[in-house]
């Protein structure tokens, strides 16, 4: 079984819909993070969290939620969909060393 | 001016091949380097973690750091088709952070 699942993989959805994507992790890590990758701009950090009373804005945080629910659970909102949010988004986890582990990732696209 | 620079490519190369893929940064604080090379729909996975200046090499994978020109590369000898794939570089500071800053990725194709 992979180490760190995503759901759904693919989810098309329209301008307005809140959106929440799922992130689980098996291995025992307290840090989790939530990118997206656009063509051109590459990995972007949305939210990261070092445990579970720690959450902290990334670099593209606007538009965006996240809930810890438990070490193994970090997931993303979007509370309104917009077009613009069309993109690759990936969670990840990694301990206190830098090694962060992805997995497989969302592909969204707004209408 | 992005922190990070590198050349989306893409490049195509005969297997065999020696390939060089490269970034430059901007920020000298940055000391820890990484390669994630990344297939068609899948997530980034690590390849290649070097810290400050100087070279790490792991089977047909070579890293290199030059910290004074805040320049990394990735070395690929004898490349082969399922080389194939996105590198990303990414590099952060010594801070508690351990937030990683990412290139737009390179695309390489190795051609049998």
């Known amino acids: 079984d992979a180490d760190v699942t995503q759901t759904p993989r693919n989810r098309i959805t329209k301008t307005g819909k809140r959106i929440m994507l799922e992130c689980s992790q098996t291995k025992g890590h307290d840090r989790m993070y939530w990118y997206r990758q656009d063509p051109g701009l590459g990995l972007r950090l949305i939210y990261y969290?070092?445990?579970?009373?720690?959450?902290n804005k990334g670099e593209i945080s606007d538009g965006y939620s996240v809930s810890r629910q438990a070490q193994a659970k970090f997931s993303l909102s979007l509370e309104s969909a917009i077009p613009n949010q069309t993109a690759l988004y990936f969670c990840?986890?990694?301990?206190?060393?830098?090694?962060?582990?992805f997995g497989p990732g969302t592909r969204l696209t707004v209408l | 001016q992005k922190e990070v620079e590198q050349d989306p490519g893409p490049l195509s190369v005969p297997e065999g091949a020696i390939v060089s893929l490269n970034c430059t940064y901007s920020?000298?604080?940055?000391?820890?380097f990484m390669w994630y090379r990344q297939y068609s729909r899948k997530g980034p996975e690590l390849l290649m973690y070097t810290y400050s200046s100087g070279n790490k090499e792991d089977g047909r994978f070579t890293a290199q750091v030059d910290k004074s020109s805040k320049y990394i590369s990735l070395f690929i000898r004898d490349s082969q088709p399922s080389d194939s794939a996105t590198y990303l570089c990414a590099m952060r500071d010594g801070g508690a952070t351990n937030k990683l800053i990412f290139g737009t990725g390179t695309l390489l194709a190795v051609q049998p």
């Open positions: 990840a986890t990694s301990g206190p060393t830098d090694t962060q582990y």
């Open positions: 969290s070092f445990d579970v009373k720690d959450i």
């Open positions: 920020n000298s604080a940055f000391q820890y």
